[in-house]
T-cell receptor
């Protein structure tokens, strides 16, 4: 149980285009979902927290107009990187929390912007 | 504020060696403590957790004990395998519905 999927697992896009990443909790309902960014050989950096049906809360320094988050249902959250640039290339990981304690992580999405 | 400090890596061990990865934390209140593991190219998997003092979390031969007096949650395994090669993250959850705070992670390489 407690499986979180992400799609796509990797994506290459051209500079200036937008990319959408989906995060789904497959066998539980997630009241809260999180989006992280991870640079090579570094820890996870929390980008934003989203609750179903409400606006996401972004961490300091994260551009909310660039990284659009939509928590459409209790099992789906999407991250859209708008007008992507090479510096947005990274490993993006989502996680979902069914209650107040444990968090389950997706397998990650590798984004490369050329 | 809340923070997690992990020992510097990377760590390279021979198969069947004993493993200790240190983790200490600072937190307000009474946090829950976690160890996550990340295999190459993958997301994080929960390895074990502990929610109160003196609790011992265990999984796949790994163990960690919640030491409130030393604010530590060191990860141990008696005999590592090549398949344990991964990045290990210590994390704390300061309170219910709060945000996880991660350590920097440490890379473990186990050679045959």
């Amino acid at each position: 149980g407690a499986v979180v999927s992400q799609h796509p697992s990797w994506v290459i896009c051209k500079s200036g285009t937008s990319v959408k990443i989906e995060c789904r909790s497959l066998d539980f309902q997630a009241t809260t979902m999180f989006w992280y960014r991870q640079f090579p050989k570094q820890s996870l950096m929390l980008m934003a927290t989203s609750n179903e049906g409400s606006k996401a809360t972004y961490e300091q320094g994260v551009e909310k107009d660039k990284f659009l988050i939509n928590h459409a249902s209790l099992t789906l959250s999407t991250l859209t990187v708008t007008s992507a640039h090479p510096e947005d290339s990274s490993f993006y990981i989502c996680s979902a929390r069914p209650g107040s304690d444990e968090q389950y992580f997706g397998p990650g999405t590798r984004l490369t912007v050329t | 504020g809340n923070s997690v400090t992990q020992m510097e890596g990377p760590v390279t061990l021979s198969e069947e060696a004993f493993l200790t990865i240190n983790c200490t934390y600072t937190a307000t209140g009474y946090p829950s403590l976690f160890w996550y593991v990340q295999y190459p190219g993958e997301g994080l998997q929960l390895l074990l957790k502990a929610t109160k003092a003196d609790d011992k979390g265990s999984n796949k031969g790994f163990e960690a004990t919640y030491r409130k007096e030393t604010t530590s949650f060191h990860l141990e395994k008696g005999s590592v395998q090549v398949s344990d090669s991964a990045v290990y993250f210590c994390a704390i959850l300061p309170g219910a519905n709060s945000k996880l705070t991660f350590g920097k992670g440490i890379t473990l390489s186990v050679r045959p």
